[in-house]
């Protein structure tokens, strides 16, 4: 059963434009979310997060959305950079409950081409 | 370094065997996760410890896993009797109470022959 999904497998992006990556949750206990990169051989590197009272953070060149009423979030790379190369994985968690897991999806593998 | 670190780095073992793992948090970190990883899935939890006590175990953690955290420091994660399906990246992650933000370590990749 999985809870979180990434649809895309794979997005392929030239240096210096935008990438958007997806992600759609189902479980509406979800109030947390973010967003790792994972280098091969590394395990994964927060990015961002953001919480289920807000619709938008911003950390540089990063930014999530999250639209609540559709469960759905994304991350916007601007501008996308060779070195941003890497899965990207979205992860969920029901901090209310008082659990502390994090579910993922099953990644986005983000190649930006120079 | 004073990020999480995982050993070994890799464990090439034959089914029946027994393994060990071992995580080093940040130090600071009084939380610390296990998760597991196969091939074109994400992580997926394993287990939690806060301090010493573990207060979280997945549906995943079969009889033949058990993890400790006996000072509350680093943990260890061990797996008997491997079978083939326990290949996969093992992880482990921490974080301070009240932040969500998990960090994670490099992970162990096990393989099972």
């Known amino acids: 059963d999985q809870q979180v999904k990434q649809n895309s497998p794979s997005l392929s992006v030239q240096e210096g434009r935008i990438s958007i990556l997806n992600c759609d949750y189902t479980?509406?206990?979800?109030?947390?979310f973010l967003w790792y990169k994972k280098y091969p051989a590394e395990g994964p590197t927060f990015l961002i997060s953001i919480s289920s009272i807000k619709d938008k953070n911003e950390d540089g060149r990063f930014t999530v959305f999250l639209n609540k009423s559709a469960k759905h979030l994304s991350l916007h790379i601007v501008p996308s950079q060779p070195g941003d190369s890497a899965v990207y994985f979205c992860a969920a968690s029901a901090h209310q409950t008082g659990a502390n897991n994090l579910f993922f999806g099953t990644g986005t593998r983000l190649t930006v081409i120079p | 370094d004073t990020g999480v670190s995982q050993d070994p780095r890799h464990k090439i073992t034959k089914r029946g065997q027994n393994v060990t793992f071992r995580c080093d948090p940040i130090?600071?970190?009084?939380?610390l996760y296990w998760y597991r990883q196969t091939l074109g899935q994400g992580p997926e939890f394993l287990t939690y410890?806060?301090?010493?006590?573990?207060?979280?175990k997945s549906r995943l953690l079969s009889d033949r896993f058990s993890a400790e955290r006996p000072k509350g420091s680093f943990s260890t994660l061990e797996i008997q009797r491997t079978e083939q399906g326990d290949s996969a990246m093992y992880l482990c992650a921490s974080s301070l109470a009240g932040p969500i933000e998990q960090f994670f370590g490099p992970g162990t990749r096990l393989t099972v022959l």
């Open positions: 130090s600071e970190h009084n939380r």
């Open positions: 479980n509406s206990m979800f109030d947390y």
């Open positions: 410890f806060q301090n010493e006590a573990q207060l979280e």
